[in-house]
């Protein structure tokens, strides 16, 4: 069965670095997300990503944040200077396009640590 | 930002038994509802969902009822299994947002043998 992947699994970084989170969506899906989850918080919604442009983000997807599709599967998410209340797990997640179904696989997460 | 509810945190039933999981949304724009389970360390699971346009969707176990006048939906899970023990996220999605999701802060539930 067809998943979503994540590389790398955990992330230590310190603060004011940058980092970069990938991510391997569904082949045939047309809608991309990220996700974050702060330890103990719900998860939250960052951004999504249809026809190579970012059709809607949330207050927390600041300068600081900025996706890319460099190729034709990967999907990567960019923290130009890392804080501490950066550190959370950070999901991506995928959808077809078509028909009703809104469903959205995740990956696995990667867990950012910033020290 | 409360528009999607869990009021329990926690859950705790029989093997066997009926499990139900409660939500609550505020925006009456919600067309789509997900229920997704999720194990530490490990990203949430699709399990079910329902458009706004029925009042109930059934998948082996698992059953999502919609109740959109007390904006309102509950999954149920008969028998419940041991294996079943994890974190329940309850979702809502508008279409014209490009469907992003919004999460409810999850229910614990936890199948005792």
Known sequence: ??????TPSHQVTQMGQEVILRCVPISNHLYFYWYRQILGQKVEFLVSFYN????EKSEIFDDQFSVERPDGSNFTLKIRSTKLEDSAMYFCASRVATGASYEQYFGPGTRLTVT | DQQVKQNSPSLSVQEGRISILNCDYTNSMFDYFLWYK?????GPTFLISISSIKDKNEDGRFTVFLNKSAKHLSLHI???QPGDSAVYFCAASVYNQGGKLIFGQGTELSVKP
């Open chain 1, 1 to 6: 069965e067809p998943e979503v992947t994540q």
């Open chain 1, 52 to 55: 190579n442009e970012i059709s």
């Open chain 2, 38 to 42: 999720k194990y530490p360390a490990e």
């Open chain 2, 78 to 80: 008969v028998p419940s």
